[in-house]
């Protein structure tokens, strides 16, 4: 009979040891939750490196949000030779875009936009690839931008056929947001033009690289740069 009780005693220690055991290796389902929702809200996408599609003339890796609708006037200011009398080149504009860009899906816009010189149509569109997350396994943005363009003004010399009038351009950009104050992104691009100028060595096709950064001072104010 004691020998029994023995047993009985040393079996309930072993399967209690084995419970308390399992219950410090094993993660609750409340603790497994909490896991799951940490990982997906580090998977959330970084904060955009620019706050909006343009910088000064270049293109950024930020997108429109799906269904927006966006019209942007560009003003290229002219010298400053002539002083007050055109206001340091303000009214002598040398060049001016006006566009709109539509947001399709979050991550693809399309647009279309005329500008003054020769009256060039062009038709473009953006399509960002990869979105920096917050957890850096995406560290950087990449987003493809392309446009097809078409000069307007009628020249039979320069330009004996509509075909002679159409260009191409394409560029891939890459961006990363590094602090909530400093953002920086680099591209590279290529730009075809079917017919040129008669100018000795001006090539049909053309590269080139870019550069843009982003200080933030203030919550309203930045200060831009950016290099072609």
């Not at 860009?101 to 279309?112: E, F, L, M, N």
Request: with cysteine; charged share 20%; proline share 3%.
């Amino acid at each position: 009979m004691r020998n029994n009780i023995k047993f009985v005693a040393i079996a309930a220690m072993l399967c209690l040891g084995f419970t308390t055991r399992a219950n410090t290796s094993e993660p609750s389902q409340a603790d497994s939750t909490t896991v799951v929702k940490k990982e997906k809200k580090d998977f959330r996408p970084a904060r955009p490196a620019f706050a909006a599609g343009s910088l000064l003339n270049q293109q950024t890796t930020q997108n429109l949000k799906k269904n927006t609708l966006e019209f942007m006037m560009q003003h290229r200011f002219g010298n400053f030779q002539n002083g007050y009398q055109d206001l340091l080149g303000v009214y002598s504009s040398a060049n001016i875009r006006i566009g709109f860009d539509y947001g399709i899906i979050d991550r693809v816009q399309v647009g279309y936009g005329v500008t003054k010189n020769k009256l060039t149509s062009d038709f473009r569109a953006k399509v960002m690839i990869l979105q920096q997350s917050r957890n850096n396994l995406f560290p950087v943005n990449i987003t493809y931008a392309g446009n097809i363009a078409i000069a307007g003004a009628k020249d039979t010399v320069q330009f004996p056929k509509v075909v002679d009038r159409v260009s191409y351009y394409h560029e891939i950009i890459i961006s990363r947001r590094f602090t909530d104050w400093f953002s920086l992104q680099v591209a590279a691009s290529y730009a075809h033009y079917n017919i040129i100028a008669a100018v000795a060595g001006t090539p049909h096709d053309n590269f080139a690289i870019s550069g843009a950064a982003r200080f933030k001072v203030s919550p309203q104010s930045s200060i831009l740069l950016e290099f072609d």
